[in-house]
């Protein structure tokens, strides 16, 4: 089959080189030059675990180019899938721009029957907007020829998209038009020789669909942010509590882990576009709204137990003379994405009070220099950056971090002092260590 999709960013480029590795002719099209002729040599711009040998294989096999010519791209293929970003506009609302402007192109250029799939996360009526912005353009061509367009939502994970995307837990397909699902049907059938998971719907629930799956787990991340917060307030221990409730097949064991709030780039934004789109038909989503503002606070925690242990009194720079190690800048492991990723809000706080501040990742450093700048210092060593610092704070848990070698680290710092965003050890163990430890929704001292 002959697909073409637009936008090589970490959904785009995923799913543009797994088409390819089951056999497809696949163009990648984006509009930034520097990313293209990159990957025309082999240079992946994400880091994102098992990319870049699929990337590397499917291009050397002749299935997989890039280009940043969209018009000949189009031309070129029957399937047109749209993976550009989607980004939040100042009211909160998804910005479609770029979905648009790749929908007029579409439009502009094409020649013969497309199917055009949404595969942005866009909010439920964007199909009727891509549709009609198609219309237009064949209007003023004063042509008229047959498309479809089809919502069909991304539920990657960064850090296992390509297994997410090769042995999905489902396939979510919005399309009226029956040849088009079956179209659709056939490009997924390879990912689920085990079993069917595609499920077909129309248009407006699959476009809801995406939303309301994001807006569920955000909900489940700020709920057992709360119930840890209040776990500490009355002497419960929040991994118990987990444990306790997880273990109702009602609730379920999966993203119970109490933390330093959600970040990355869907998250955030897909709830203030749910949030926005129910303002739109006067509907108050009151659940959502105290969804977010639990996450913001909750990005504090952390630095709300590092000022209450280490903080001089002066209402101003009340950590001046300190220096904290970060362990973890990304907005979760195995993903160089920093979008809204709350390290960039606990170390913004850190530099606010006064401290200085030296962080270690293993994939992110180069995204993070171009958020901080040379105002925090940076290793690729997990070890060197403890030398002399008042106290370790984890705030992404790699899993280079869960066995590190406790005695180094006690010799290193200047105080045993440990605050963990992710709960990676048990305070038992670290009070025996020798260590003064933080932990979110347990008892660690
Ligand atoms: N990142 C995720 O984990 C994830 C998961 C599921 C869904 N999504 C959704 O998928 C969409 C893309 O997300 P992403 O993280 O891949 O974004 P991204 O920013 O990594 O990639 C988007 C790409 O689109 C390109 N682009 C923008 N305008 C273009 C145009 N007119 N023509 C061609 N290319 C253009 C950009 O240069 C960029 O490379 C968003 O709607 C997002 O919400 C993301």
Known sequence: MKICVIGAGYVG???????????????????????????????????????????????????????????????????????????????????????????????????????????????????????????????????????????????????????????????????????T??????????????????????????????????????????????????????????????????????????????????????????VKALVKSAEECDYDFVLLKAVETVNERQKLVLTEKIAARLADGSVAKPLAGRTFAIWGLSFKPRTDDMREAPSVVIINRLLEMGAQVRAHDPEAICEATKIFGDRIGYSNNQYEILKGADALAIITEWSEYRNPDFEKIKTLLKHPLLFDGRNLYEPRRMSLAGFEYFPIGRNGN
């Open 13 to 179: 480029l995923v799913a543009g080189t797994c088409f390819a590795e089951s056999g497809n002719d696949v163009i990648c099209v984006d509009v930034n030059e520097d990313k293209v002729e990159g990957l025309k040599k082999g240079i992946i711009p994400i880091y994102e675990p098992g990319l870049k040998e699929l990337v590397l294989r499917n291009s050397g096999e002749g299935r997989l180019s890039f280009t940043t010519d969209l018009p000949s791209a189009v031309k070129a293929s029957l399937i047109n899938f749209i993976a550009v970003g989607t980004p939040p506009g100042e009211d909160g609302s998804a910005d479609l721009k770029h979905v648009l402007e790749v929908a007029r192109v579409i439009g502009r250029e094409m020649e013969s029957f497309k199917i055009i799939v949404d595969k942005s996360t866009v909010p439920v009526g964007t199909a009727d907007r891509v549709r009609e912005a198609v219309i237009e353009e064949h209007d003023k061509r004063g042509v008229s020829i047959e498309f479809d367009v089809v919502s069909n939502p991304e539920f990657l994970k960064e850090g296992a998209a390509i297994d997410d995307f090769m042995k999905p837990d489902r396939v979510v397909i919005g399309t009226d038009n029956v040849r």
């Open 181 to 270: 699902a079956e179209i659709m049907k056939e490009i997924y059938s390879p990912f689920m020789r085990k079993s069917n998971r595609l499920i077909s719907m129309d248009i407006r629930s699959a476009e809801m669909t995406k939303y309301a799956a994001n807006a569920m787990l955000a909900t489940k991340i700020s709920f057992m942010n709360q119930i840890a917060n209040l776990c500490e307030r009355m002497g419960a221990d929040v991994a118990a509590v987990r444990e306790g409730i997880g273990s109702d097949s009602r609730i379920g064991h999966d993203f119970l882990f109490p933390g330093v709030g959600y970040g990355g780039s869907c998250f955030p934004k897909d």
